[in-house]
């Protein structure tokens, strides 16, 4: 087996420098020490499990260990609005409520609290996948063949919000940074969910295709199925494969070799159909590969409802490296934190060439009575069954993933340019003002111009065709929840989207406002398919009362002086009058 460059990511500390430095330096503090709150599942610890049991197993020196700068809200605002990143950098348990407009912006359901440090912790995950020295640009770069970053591979982050536990999708941040180097990315997912997150992202773009492996049905977050093939440019690059519960390593395998087989354009694997390889030869040809390991696809998990064993998982990883083709490794799900620092680790033994020679029996370490009783490097498969081989929907969802794989056409040509090393930006010596305070007039300008787009907005709606005013932008998972919430819902208005929880599994409305939270103070709900006006406002700027106008205003300012002398009503107005609510007084 042919020796591999293997570059990992782990934080152990909160300087703001970047250095290369091995994990012997200890700091007070790591990626693993922030906690999404008592009773959530989602346990950050396990990043530090994982870390340990892999220095156990001295497989460190035998990598280059890099702890990469944290992203900054700039390199996070690639793809997330900078309302948003603005928003996480702001939030604290104290302000949410007020912040996310009672929990229907931003952070929306239970599933997403905001926990002290939230904006740190997503610099960390999301600075492994992109940062200066994260896997993205090492293997860019050609520093590294694989690169692993186990606190990454959070895909259900959406553009303007988190979902499913994720707050900043580092995965779609990780393959824009790849598109500047390489012309075609695949991204694989192997977690129980499905990717939605990742999907929505590239779904109008033939240049990264996504092949998602999950489970299906009523189920977190309710998106995946094979007719969601791509839009546009992107029509037949989004793969699915949409599996039921109980799937054992035998079944996943069946899938997983020959869809992959197909993207690769290999010949030589006994799992693959010939005339099948022989039709998919040209498809894709990935210059790089993104695998998200979610370990919640293994059996006993607390939230999923596989059957893989430790080596199922990691056969994925086994079978990509034979490609010899640029690979990041992520994470992702998993909530039985034994099982998945298990599970990593084997993973990182298994992109190092090592796995046939590390010793079943765990090493001491740290955690070491985490792992009993038995104390093994395994994950075991249960007794559940395979509903996929028990009704025979595996076979048809095999044919039907390669079928419309055949259907592809040849992989597309880019044509590439030299990428610049720097912004402009970075070029001029331009730095950030994070810290020039904004005077007020800056403040309110910003927020009156917030609330007459949103005006504008409600004022224009457009009644084009659903093809016409298609936006990659929009969740896909929210039309489809409401075609599948249906029978959830009495009604259902065009302000409001579906959502699905992870933690309970139900369906929950929340209002659209995709721009802006003035009409949150005012009433006025923007339409969804509202178009840009961005030179006809209603807004006006009053000379007599020095202020911007926006609709019913009261033309005349009042001294307090002379209004305390006429007790309190304007000139020429009565106690009756509906319009002194709204007039300005001068200080």
Request: glycine share 10%; aromatic share 10%.
């Amino acid at each position: 087996m042919s020796k591999r460059r293997v570059a990992y990511y782990y934080d152990r500390g909160s300087s703001k420098f970047s250095l290369r430095i091995p994990l012997t330096l200890c700091f007070a503090a790591d990626a693993g020490a922030y906690t999404y709150g008592l009773g959530h599942p989602m346990k950050p610890h396990r990043i530090r499990v994982t870390h340990d049991l892999v220095s156990a197993y001295e497989m460190l020196p035998k990598m280059h260990v890099l702890r990469p700068t944290r992203a900054s809200p700039e390199t996070m605002s690639s793809f997330h609005t900078d309302e948003y990143i603005h928003f996480l950098n702001r939030v604290t348990p104290e302000t949410a409520e007020e912040l996310t407009y009672h929990g229907t912006r931003f952070l929306v359901g239970e599933d997403n609290p905001a926990f002290d440090g939230i904006f740190e912790f997503c610099s960390i995950s999301a600075g492994g996948s992109i940062s200066s020295e994260g896997a993205a640009k090492r293997i860019a770069s050609g520093a590294a063949d694989i690169a692993i970053n186990w606190a990454g591979g959070l895909h259900h982050a959406k553009k303007r919000e988190a979902s499913g536990f994720c707050y900043i999708n580092d995965i779609v941040l990780g393959i824009l940074e790849l598109l500047r180097t390489y012309p075609r990315v695949l991204y694989i997912d192997i977690d129980c969910h499905h990717g939605d997150g990742v999907e929505e992202a590239f779904y109008t773009t033939d240049r990264v295709m996504t092949c998602s492996f999950h489970k299906f049905g009523e189920y977190f977050p309710g998106t995946g199925t094979q007719d969601d093939r791509g839009r546009g440019k992107g029509k037949g690059y989004a793969v699915n494969v949409p599996l039921k519960d109980g799937i054992t390593d035998q079944s996943f395998q069946s899938v997983f070799e020959p869809v992959c087989n197909g993207l690769f354009c290999l010949q030589d694997d006994i799992h693959a159909r010939d005339q099948i390889i022989t039709k998919i030869l040209e498809v894709f040809q990935p210059s790089a590969v993104v695998l998200q390991c979610g370990a919640d696809s293994l059996a006993g998990d607390k939230l999923g409802c596989f059957n893989l064993t430790m080596r199922g998982h990691a056969h994925c990883v086994q079978f990509l490296r034979k490609q010899n083709v640029p690979l990041i490794l992520l994470g992702g799900g998993g909530y039985t934190v034994k099982n998945v620092a298990r599970t990593w680790t084997y993973e990182t033994a298994c992109a190092l060439g090592i796995e046939d020679t590390i010793d079943p029996l765990l090493p001491w370490n740290e955690y070491f009575e985490w792992f009993g009783p038995r104390y093994r490097l395994e994950v075991v498969e249960n007794n559940m069954d395979d509903l996929n081989v028990k009704d025979g929907s595996i076979d048809k969802v095999r044919e039907t993933a390669l079928e419309h794989l055949s259907q592809l056409n040849p992989a597309p040509s880019v044509g590439l340019h030299d990428v610049p090393r720097e912004s402009v930006g970075q070029h001029l010596g331009l730095g950030r003002d994070d810290d020039e305070a904004r005077d007020e007039m800056d403040l309110q300008l910003a927020q009156h111009m917030r609330y007459a787009y949103d005006l504008q907005e409600s004022d224009s709606l457009s009644e084009t065709s659903d093809d016409d005013s298609w936006d990659s932008d929009e969740s896909i998972s929210s039309r489809q929840h409401a075609l599948r919430a249906r029978r959830f819902q009495k009604s259902s208005t065009a302000s409001s989207r579906t959502r699905m929880s992870l933690l309970t599994g139900q369906y929950f409305d929340v209002p659209v406002h995709e721009a802006g939270y003035g009409h949150f103070e005012h009433g006025a709900v923007p339409g969804k398919a509202a178009k840009r006006r961005f030179f006809q406002s209603s807004a006006r700027w009053d000379e007599t009362v020095e202020d911007v106008i926006i609709g019913k205003h009261v033309p005349f300012a009042i001294p307090i002086g002379e209004l305390m002398e006429r007790g309190g009503q304007p000139p020429g107005g009565d106690e009756g009058d509906e319009d002194w609510e709204d007039a300005v007084m001068d200080p």
